[in-house]
């Protein structure tokens, strides 16, 4: 077996489950042994119910004290447990699970496992797992892997096809030259791959992910190097001068431009009228003001007598730029001759679309990836801003400035990442800092909860939609299954209709919807038919709602803090006072206090060097951290001494050897080139 063989040839792998796999995105042996356990659990043993501690998982050896009461609320069935040991008493509740009323005798002695919590001065579990005592034991002090799953596909399954798929693979030599292993203390490949899937302690575990996670920086910073060497000094071939027309449009404002937001706009100035090709990145808080400084270029750009491009992630957020964008038009009269083009516009519109830009009738375009087509054709293509950049693949970006004859090239991003990073990371990238919010902003008002603050939390939330507002609840993910332990959009959904009045509009938004029903949802919310959203991370971007004033964050723990404060930067838009509320399903000291930062700060800047300190190589796995760079295991803050040491060694080996022609670095330059070389989704980059 070998990177490309197909998961058929696995034994157990048959057509049905070939299915299911390929909903993961896994369709060869390559794939799935790449498809890392997400985390592993380990099986301590029972403890008694007054040792067991809330926001911990225990396992707990009890008695059924009375006969199992169960109701109905909508489409949920409830069904409450009461159960005690020698030490205490505790409830526990399962969500439709009907069948286990007609199991679980009063008197009888069963064993659960499952997320200890209170309610009150009680301590109660949700969804707890029944074993058998037998079976329970055997498992007791292993390290269990725990995949990603979809829905019909259980983990066993995955550990068996994994299993089968390692003993059978036939590995390559190593592909790194013996001095970059020996100075990096590298685990060979095939010892990290073996024990990242079935580790036999903690301390094997952390250097074969730590050898994984060295190929994935490499591997990209390695293209990113070659990539910055193709566009550095590229001559400007589109000149820009300031004219009347940026200065009147700041003049007529009903603001000022921030010292920062002034000193970046110089940049842009500075770098457009230079006699070299600008590719700058521009790093902002979420409400710092980048687009308005993305706007002034792209009027400058019009005012020389050139076209301007402006991709954002979602058709959403496009149509928004496009209705603010054509305002400022109206008001300000603006030389700017917009047009939106989008995947979602009928043949007809496409076409007309095509023949303005193609003839400069039109001089800004705004869209989606709709603006790479292959059909459009620009008449002189001199700037290319894309918004919330790491949404878009670097190909992509590149398809799109060929469009032109190297045009400028303005990326922005929301994602506070640390500047020791962020040189490393935006290597082929001049980098400007939007620092400080406009002064009219209301800043955040932030609280970090357990779970017994759930009621008051929906009793706001309530408050909020009653005075016309909006609110958003994030889930870790989508439906059940995915994750033990954590809330899931589709579940909570139906929690959530359950908890508030029947008026309330209720929907759900996660990225396995297609498009076009996400992009429904999303205009939904933005037209205020829906009151409350519940999602998952993908509202992370591509969304502007001044009236949403509300974020609930569950299992805030499971996030990084960097991530976090992007989903509270969805609120605080408008003109009123806007809420933060993180719910952590642990209530350890460390959880609790890392969570806190949030709470004493609104500075993106300041919360990611804080991230940066914090999460050491113990906490090796959450949900992803930033969006930005999705890597499969690396975190580039939880491994930022990774990342600066493959940033290092890839430095060493171009200064040595820069088209990796030597004998020694052959087998670099053959990984290099395969379609497999590379560990990023560069689709999301």
């Given at each position: 077996m070998n990177q490309s063989t197909p998961i058929t040839e696995i034994k157990?792998?048959?057509?049905?489950?070939?299915?299911?796999?390929?909903?993961?995105?896994?369709?060869?042996?390559?794939?799935?042994?790449?498809?890392?356990?997400?985390?592993?659990?380990?099986?301590?043993?029972?403890?008694?119910?007054?040792?067991?501690?809330?926001?911990?998982?225990?396992?707990?050896?009890?008695?059924?004290?009375?006969?199992?009461?169960?109701?109905?609320?909508?489409?949920?069935?409830?069904?409450?447990?009461?159960?005690?040991?020698?030490?205490g008493a505790m409830q526990l509740t399962f969500f439709n699970m009907p069948f286990l009323k007609k199991i679980l005798k009063p008197g009888g002695y069963y064993l659960f496992r499952g997320l200890v919590q209170t309610r009150g001065a009680a301590k109660i579990m949700e969804q707890p797992k029944m074993y058998n005592y037998e079976e329970y034991q055997k498992q007791a002090g292993l390290l269990q892997p725990r995949y990603s799953l979809?829905?019909?596909?259980?983990?066993?399954?995955?550990?068996?096809?994994?299993?089968?798929?390692?003993?059978l693979y036939t590995f390559e030599d190593e592909y790194y030259p013996e001095e970059i292993s020996e100075k990096y203390d590298l685990l060979p490949r095939e010892d990290a791959l073996h024990t990242i899937h079935f580790p036999a302690d903690f301390d094997a575990l952390v250097q074969a992910r730590r050898r994984l996670v060295f190929d994935e920086f490499f591997d990209f910073l390695l293209l990113l190097r070659k990539n910055k060497d193709l566009t550095a000094a590229l001559p400007n071939s589109y000149p820009m001068y300031e004219t009347a027309d940026t200065v009147r449009f700041l003049e007529q404002m009903p603001f000022a431009l921030t010292k920062a937001q002034k000193k970046v706009w110089q940049e842009l100035r500075e770098d457009m009228?230079?006699?070299?090709?600008?590719?700058?990145?521009?790093?902002?808080?979420?409400g710092s003001g980048k687009t308005i400084v993305a706007v002034l270029?792209?009027?400058?750009?019009?005012?020389?007598?050139?076209?301007?491009?402006?991709?954002?992630?979602?058709?959403?957020?496009?149509?928004?730029?496009?209705?603010?964008?054509?305002?400022?038009?109206?008001?300000?009269?603006?030389?700017?001759?917009?047009?939106?083009?989008?995947?979602?516009?009928?043949?007809?519109?496409?076409?007309?679309?095509?023949?303005k830009i193609a003839s400069g009738e039109v001089n800004l375009i705004i869209g989606t990836h709709a603006l790479i087509q292959d059909k459009v054709t620009y008449k002189n293509l001199a700037l290319v801003v894309t918004d919330e950049q790491h949404r878009f693949g670097v190909r992509q970006?590149?398809?799109?400035?060929?469009?032109?004859?190297?045009?400028?090239?303005?990326?922005?991003?929301?994602?506070?990442?640390?500047?020791?990073?962020?040189?490393?990371?935006?290597?082929?990238?001049?980098?400007?800092?939007?620092?400080?919010?406009?002064?009219?902003?209301?800043?955040?008002?932030?609280?970090?909860?357990?779970?017994?603050?759930?009621?008051?939390?929906?009793?706001?939330?309530?408050?909020?939609?009653?005075?016309?507002?909006?609110?958003?609840?994030?889930?870790?993910?989508?439906?059940?299954?995915?994750?033990?332990?954590?809330?899931?959009?589709?579940?909570?959904?139906?929690?959530?209709?359950?908890?508030?009045?029947?008026?309330?509009?209720?929907?759900?938004?996660?990225?396995?919807?297609?498009?076009?029903?996400?992009?429904?949802?999303?205009?939904?919310?933005?037209?205020?038919?829906?009151?409350?959203l519940v999602s998952t991370t993908v509202i992370e971007v591509g969304i502007n709602v001044p009236n949403a004033t509300v974020m609930m964050v569950e299992n805030a723990e499971r996030f990084g803090l960097a991530q976090l404060h992007q989903l509270r930067g969805r609120v605080g838009r408008g003109e009123y006072q806007s809420y933060c509320i993180f719910v952590s399903a642990k209530e350890q000291k460390e959880t609790m206090e890392r969570l806190q930062i949030l709470n004493k700060s609104n500075d993106g800047f300041f919360i990611a060097s804080e991230d940066l300190k914090l999460r050491g190589p113990g906490e090796l796995f959450g949900i992803r951290q930033s969006g930005d760079f999705s890597f499969a295991l690396g975190d580039i803050y939880t491994d930022a001494s990774v990342l600066k040491q493959a940033s290092e060694a890839v430095e060493e080996l171009l200064l040595e050897d820069y088209d990796l022609s030597m004998e020694k670095h052959s087998l670099l330059r053959e990984h290099v080139q395969s379609p497999t070389g590379n560990n990023v989704d560069f689709r999301t980059i």
């Open positions: 157990g792998v048959g057509d049905k489950t070939r299915k299911l796999f390929e909903k993961l995105d896994i369709t060869t042996v390559g794939d799935l042994l790449s498809h890392y356990p997400r985390d592993y659990e380990t099986f301590g043993a029972p403890v008694p119910i007054a040792e067991a501690i809330p926001g911990q998982i225990c396992a707990i050896h009890v008695t059924v004290t009375s006969i199992p009461n169960q109701k109905k609320v909508r489409n949920l069935t409830i069904l409450n447990v009461n159960v005690r040991d020698t030490s979809t829905k019909g596909l259980t983990n066993q399954a995955v550990q068996k096809a994994v299993k089968q798929a390692l003993s009228g230079s006699p070299y090709c600008m590719n700058r990145l521009i790093q902002g808080d979420v270029a792209l009027l400058m750009c019009a005012a020389n007598g050139f076209q301007g491009a402006l991709m954002a992630p979602t058709e959403v957020l496009a149509m928004q730029h496009f209705e603010t964008i054509s305002g400022y038009v109206e008001k300000y009269h603006l030389v700017f001759r917009p047009i939106l083009l989008v995947g979602s516009m009928t043949a007809k519109d496409k076409r007309e679309a095509y023949e970006r590149e398809h799109l400035t060929e469009k032109g004859d190297t045009p400028h090239v303005l990326v922005m991003s929301a994602t506070p990442i640390p500047r020791t990073l962020a040189i490393i990371l935006y290597g082929d990238l001049h980098i400007s800092v939007i620092d400080e919010l406009p002064a009219n902003r209301l800043p955040i008002k932030n609280c970090v909860v357990n779970t017994a603050y759930r009621p008051k939390a929906y009793e706001f939330i309530q408050k909020e939609v009653a005075a016309g507002r909006q609110a958003y609840v994030i889930c870790p993910q989508v439906e059940e299954g995915e994750l033990e332990d954590v809330e899931n959009v589709v579940d909570y959904t139906e929690k959530l209709r359950s908890a508030l009045p029947v008026g309330v509009q209720i929907a759900y938004l996660h990225g396995k919807m297609r498009p076009a029903d996400k992009n429904k949802i999303m205009e939904e919310f933005a037209a205020h038919n829906i009151d409350v």
